[in-house]
């Protein structure tokens, strides 16, 4: 049976390869440095921290964009807090106004709450953007493998980056990454929450707690496991989880051309 424990890394090892990483994608983009959103969640946290590791906060720039009125207050802070830890230079702005902008075309629709939080993300991205080209730096994205592998991102929101620093962890090997370079316990424990409607909680739209979701992941993608093998440890969850990965393909590769030149 597959252990939590089994997914255990060399964080001194993990953190020298992505801090390396980082480096290397600044240095052959010729930008001098990186913006990232900062959200108050362990992702968004522990890409800051090892932006800094890689760079020094100098190089390191933060955006705090809550929604005011989806957004929890405690989340605003935390992002705060990390900056402040960190000595990044950093700014806050909240995006309502830009959300309520959309309400005055016709096809808005405020009770449709996916688009309307899928809308968050891309103002997000796109503020990004405008910082990232006014002061030459790369988008740092904050996605994390569990989340790319099953899709749950935002195309051309959260997705829409220039370099994924942490891509390649699972959600529960971010959060002990996390307790290795310091980030504040608060933060390490948070449940995600993309919060882009209220109440938004990860595990409850992915129905699947992390901790297993990661499992599942592991024995798929690593252990290259058959789907009755790992139904045989995790049951019809494996299923679930297929299914969300097959579904999101399309978030995970560049736009199909049509081929006209045979």
């Not at 997914?7 to 090892?13: A, I, P, S």
């Not at 688009?115 to 080209?133: E, F, K, T």
Request: net charge neutral; no cysteine; hydrophobic share 40%.
């Amino acid at each position: 049976m597959l252990k939590l424990d089994d997914l255990r890394l060399d964080w001194g090892r993990v953190t020298e390869s992505i801090t390396g990483f980082i480096k290397g994608m600044v240095a052959g983009s010729g930008t001098k440095g990186v913006v990232l959103g900062l959200s108050g969640g362990i992702d968004s946290t522990v890409t800051a921290y090892l932006a800094v590791r890689a760079l020094g906060r100098e190089k390191v720039y933060g955006l705090i964009m809550p929604d005011s009125r989806v957004t929890p207050r405690e989340d605003v802070e935390d992002a705060r807090m990390v900056a402040s830890n960190l000595g990044i230079t950093f700014w806050e702005r909240d995006i309502a106004d830009i959300v309520d902008s959309f309400a005055r075309s016709e096809f808005y629709d405020p009770d449709d709450r996916v688009a309307v939080g899928n809308l968050r993300a891309r103002i997000r991205m796109s503020l990004l953007y405008y910082v990232a080209n006014h002061r030459n730096l790369l988008v740092a994205g904050t996605g994390d493998r569990s989340e790319i592998l099953i899709g749950y991102f935002t195309k051309y929101g959260d997705g829409g980056v220039d370099f994924l620093p942490i891509g390649d962890l699972y959600k529960t090997q971010v959060r002990w990454l996390g307790e290795w370079l310091g980030v504040p316990e608060r933060i390490v424990r948070k449940p995600s929450s993309p919060q882009l409607w209220r109440g938004h909680r990860a595990e409850d739209e992915i129905g699947i707690p992390y901790e297993r979701l990661d499992l599942i992941l592991h024995a798929i993608f690593d252990l290259r496991m058959g789907r009755e093998e790992a139904k045989a440890m995790f049951g019809d969850d494996v299923d679930r989880v297929l299914e969300m990965h097959a579904r999101t393909a399309h978030k995970r590769t560049v736009p199909p051309v049509a081929r006209v030149r045979l």
